[in-house]
């Protein structure tokens, strides 16, 4: 890829010296592209950086044209360039050495054309001074109707009580809602209208984004301005299209085909998934994602977060989606992802015991082939490559002794039975 591209090859000199195959193994287009604003205003590279850095700046506090040419950011684009893997992208890093695949990659294809420019855009101490944010993942607020057992009160509003009644926070530590100040009213926002005229992929998460005044103000802007070819990623729980009148499907029905993504969190299926995604109501969610599954001009791509919960029922979850044409032929049958869940180590699939691990890895195995076989796709089995990688892993018993004592605690504050709804898990934790 990287020894073809024509700055290469360009008479300017290059400042910064590597072999096009570091660089390969090295370079990612986000810095130079993007900034992610957490629910409580504080700025990342992006999302995967953002349990790894602490100081780039807040945005309730400093403009992000500040930010964009931070020490931290100017560090990584230089380390970057040199053939140096900078150690809070750690996380792609590590999906590569399993998977050959990782949002790094999957960005690098998506922006080549900036990859292509990018030695002429940096200055030799990382500065770019041209800011063009062609890629937003700015999350408002982790205003969110649900609870789920994989998430925290940081990202979910609905969170709080139970995490003040399990000690997790005091009260009034974190707010009911935490969030920045609404795009129309905050200075630091005023950036989003410029931008707007550059911007080409935008990702929506929350928190729940569908319940977040400024997701609907950005969708009337780029309304306003015609701009229905800007790609825009939902990662939603999908338990309302409607907000204050408006429904969604009438903005999405006017974008370019196949520039509206659907990410549905669909961690499993009926009462299952009213467990592990606390408020939830199965009859709703399935409702609203056959609605969008029936647009021709979205994509829908159903997103599973697989730990010790769910991790031994992909083959259910995908067969059920498939059965109401949520997964389809329009995508190959292949409109499906896995988002493993290595963080808390509670939820980890180590905590079963080994027995367990490895009948799960026959299954996956033997579905994944029954699978392109009965569908007539490809390549199903690489989706299951990190999750079988991690099931391989010895048994974690102190991260099971974490999540025994966390279930008990949470059956009891939600009147739920984990045990009752997933009876597997008894088996799983002998």
Sequence with gaps: MFDKLPWLTTAKPITFQTTATNREQSLCVVPWIHLNIEPDGRMTPCCLTSTKVKNLGNINETSIEEVWNSEVLRTMRTQMLNGKRPEICSRCWKQEEVTGESSRIHRNREFGHVVERIPDMTEPDGTVKDMKLLYWDFRFSNICNLKCRSCGPQYSSAWKPDAEALGWIKPNEIGKVIQVDSVSDKTNFDFIVEQSKYVERIYFAGGEPLLMDEHWQILDLLEQQDRFDVTITYNTNCSSLTHKGKNVLDYWRKWKKGHIEIWPSIDEIGPRAELIRSGSDWNKIERNLIAM????????????????????RIPEIVEHLTSIGVINSKQHYHNWYINLILEPDNLHVSIWNETFRMQTIDKLTAWAAEYEKKYRTMRILPKLNQIIHELRQPTNQGAKNRFLQL????????QEDTYATIPELVEALK
């Design 293 to 312: 599954s029936e647009l021709d001009n979205l994509i829908v791509r159903p997103n599973i977060t697989v730990g010790a919960l769910n991790a031994h």
């Design 407 to 414: 279930t008990k605690q949470m059956d009891v504050l939600r």
